[in-house]
């Protein structure tokens, strides 16, 4: 056998769905090799990082999992970075009932999945001794090759020693990644959007002079009320949220006052390009605006995160993005438990529509399932500061609902609700593991004291700016408005705002949310009376591809966002010359697509920066195996995004192809994209929030470009072009091609 050798941060990444071919091109895991054993190590890993070993036959084709796992890979994975956690956590370990355990000294057998596995695979583990809890994967059998462990253990090989080579194996996966960060300056490939088009290493002043009379308007406003800045991508938002922050501290300077200023974000990433931005407009050192995601400003404030360090939990995620694709990767993981052990017990009481939801086989509806788990686990339950324990089923049968809420009609509905947060609850206590939702409602819970009423005065800010506020769950907007120093008003929250842009394609619950944020109700969300600020001017593409985005924007279905959240999209102009008119490619089949994809960047690729997009993430692995196929060929360098942190991995050059799904291409801009992965919108007949979150996909794909748009589908496979692409061509506003006939 020779062994892999691997880690809990580099499972996760696996068990996105990124394909196995495409790991070389990942810009956070690093592949290493020595004659006796493999390693896959990810880059935050180090030498104090707890070790997972899979023993693989020498041959074997699949690398991380038995081969007949392969279409269960996914899932097999994520039990698998599952029970690692669960070994290192403080305490006996403890497996979740529906896993059927079993132990015998330090072996413990489980089912690799929850899913269909017709060969009904269990591992044989080990827990090695040591601080480190480092997990042998020996051996997966089958109902046809079953073993007990006490047989196991009476022939059980030795455990391979890493201690020689797992130094070695770090120091260069610490050099790889030194390596792809400092790349020279002749290949530097910047993709933040801040970074290419939005500085351009002019001053602030010039800038001033430089923007659209609209984003002037919105600098130059007063500050007595809190502003909606709307518009849709492209439209300088962010310059403009930047520009106003400086502008209000060097009029507090001018009048000899003091100000404090804070630019909220959601992710690390865009903090990190926004700080550049105001550090690239010689200014010098504004030491008066923080720039911060909202969960590093709760973990920076809660006294319990402040003063204990000792806790033992570990927080999943950096930020609210990567927090929330960690926490629906652990809702789904316990859902899929429930579904296939607990459920039968509740489904005869629940209502017909929430009992078709738990029972539905379709993985997007299961998924959209976990999200409203999430959103109801987060921004209801813990926002409430409800914890399992007695009585607590009962508060939280108390609660009010509201029409952005899961929809939940009786009480058996809420108690298999709860039922579920219990286990979620237990299943992350266990590890040690606690969520950016539970830190933002803790920190809600502190926000709403008198300690933090008085401490705000000091601690607060008098302007608070807030970028891509359509991201922010109901939990997050609570907390922004506590932020400010003086009670005696309402806040001062400067919003900027694309309600056309679904970062996530599980992002259903996002118009339930945005109708709230418009209800009528102004007063509801803590801010007052909001002034609306809309930019029709946009920067980044050019009138062809603004025309496309105009015509998907009109096709949305029904979906009212209400009066202040609307993009008039009549008023909308690019500022760019006019480019190439986009394409649509149709392909026989999904192989032919992937030939024309191959063609396209050949043909593209000199052009500059190029991005492939793909609108359905269910067909992610395909791509992140075309995106291997390309990179593999020599000719290009590629890099594959399966999650929004990935962003902060990438090597940047002048001259690349990034891969991703659309949502984690948000904030990114590129010379041309390729869009495909469309899913068959014409065959079958998606509910309304699919229609709308898919539609809101391929807007948010199609602004990531600069100057050249194509849009690839296959006829045979995916249905072909969707209506809203046939008419565009009716319409001239995409130039159709035929493609391979393969």
């Known amino acids: 056998m020779k062994p892999l050798v691997t880690t809990v941060r580099a499972l996760s990444e696996l068990a996105t769905g990124l394909s196995p071919d495409a790991v070389s091109s990942s810009p956070v895991l690093f592949e290493f090799s020595t004659a006796r054993m493999d390693f896959l190590l990810g880059t935050d890993d180090d030498e104090g ?110 455990a391979p020693d890493l201690n020689e080579v797992w130094p070695q194996a770090i120091a260069a996966s610490q050099e790889h990644f030194a390596r792809e960060r400092s790349q020279p300056a002749d290949v530097e490939m910047s993709l933040p959007a801040l970074e290419q088009s939005t500085t351009k290493g002019w001053t602030y002043e010039q800038w001033l002079e430089a923007i659209s009379n609209e984003q002037r308007a919105f600098v130059d406003a007063g500050t007595e009320k809190s502003i909606r800045l709307r518009g849709p991508a492209g439209s300088g938002k962010t310059l403009a949220l930047t520009l106003k922050a400086i502008r209000e501290v060097q009029e507090a300077h001018a009048a000899g006052e003091d100000v404090r200023v804070l630019i909220v974000t959601h992710s690390w990433a865009l903090a990190a390009q926004i700080s550049d931005s105001i550090d690239s407009m010689g200014l010098g050192l504004l030491h008066e605006i923080d720039v911060f995601p909202l969960l590093e400003i709760a973990t920076m404030t809660s006294p319990q995160y402040v003063q204990d360090k000792s806790s033992g939990f570990s927080l999943i995620g950096k930020d609210s993005l990567s927090g929330k694709q960690a926490q629906l990767d652990e809702i789904q993981e316990v859902l899929d438990e429930f579904i296939n052990g607990d459920w039968i017990t509740y489904k005869g009481q629940v209502s017909e529509g929430l009992c078709a939801r738990f029972d539905s086989k379709d993985d997007a509806e299961r998924r959209a399932l976990a999200w409203d788990l999430l959103i109801e686990f987060g921004s209801v339950i813990g926002a409430a500061a409800i914890f399992p324990g007695a009585g607590s089923e009962l508060k939280y049968f108390q609660l009010p609902r509201a029409s952005w809420m899961l929809p939940l009609n009786t009480r058996e509905d809420l108690r298999v609700v709860f039922e579920l947060y219990t286990q979620y609850w237990a299943s992350l206590d266990h590890r040690s593991l606690t969520t950016s939702d539970q830190v933002l409602a803790d920190f809600l819970i502190h926000l709403t004291t008198n300690a933090w009423n008085r401490a705000r005065r000091a601690q607060g800010y008098d302007l608070v700016f807030v970028d891509e506020f359509h991201l922010f769950s109901p939990l997050e907007r609570q907390v922004l408005h506590y932020l400010t120093r003086d009670t005696s008003v309402y806040p001062h929250v400067f919003m900027a705002v694309d309600p056309r842009q679904s970062p996530s394609e599980a992002f259903i619950g996002l118009a339930a949310d945005e109708t709230r944020s ?93 991005a492939l997009a793909v609108v359905d993430f269910r067909q992610w692995s395909r791509f992140s195996r075309l995106a291997s196929r390309i990179g593999n060929s020599g000719k290009f360098h590629v890099s594959t995004l399966s999650g929004r942190s990935d962003i902060e991995g990438l090597g940047y050059r002048r001259r690349g192809l990034v891969v991703g799904t659309a949502e984690y291409l948000a904030g990114l801009q590129f010379d041309a994209v390729i869009v495909a992965g469309i899913p068959d919108l014409n065959r079958s007949t998606p509910n309304s929030n699919e229609r709308i979150r898919y539609l809101s996909l391929l807007y948010l794909a199609l602004s990531r470009a600069q100057k050249e748009v194509r849009v690839f589908v296959n006829e045979d496979d995916d249905g072909g072009a969707p209506e809203v692409l046939l008419r565009a061509c009716t319409n001239h506003l995409l130039d159709s091609h035929q493609g391979s006939r393969l």
């Open 518 to 610: 418009s209800s009528g109700a102004p007063g509801d969300d803590g801010l007052g009376d909001v002034t609306n600020f809309e930019l029709t001017t946009v920067h980044r593409f050019t009138p062809q591809i603004l025309e496309l985005i105009k015509h998907v924007h009109h096709e949305f279905p029904t979906l009212d966002l209400g009066k202040d959240w609307d993009i008039d999209f009549a008023r909308v102009e690019s500022a760019r010359a006019d480019g190439a008119l986009p394409r649509l490619m149709s392909s026989a089949s999904r192989a032919g697509e992937e030939d024309d994809i191959v063609r396209a960047v050949q043909d593209l690729y000199p052009a500059g920066r190029l």
């Open 49 to 158: 990082s707890q070790r997972i070993v899979l023993m693989r036959e020498q041959n074997n084709k699949e690398h991380f999992v038995p081969e007949h796992l392969v279409s269960l890979r996914r899932e097999v994975l994520s039990r698998m970075k599952s029970f690692a956690q669960r070994a290192r956590a403080a305490g006996p370990l403890s497996l979740p009932r529906q896993w059927r355990q079993y132990k015998h000294n330090n072996f413990i057998a489980f089912r690799a999945t929850s899913k269909g596995d017709a060969h009904e695979s269990r591992w044989i583990t080990e827990v090695l001794a040591g601080d480190r809890a480092d997990i042998v994967f020996w051996e997966a059998t089958t109902s046809e090759n079953k073993m007990t462990l006490e047989q196991f253990a009476s022939q059980r090989p030795t």
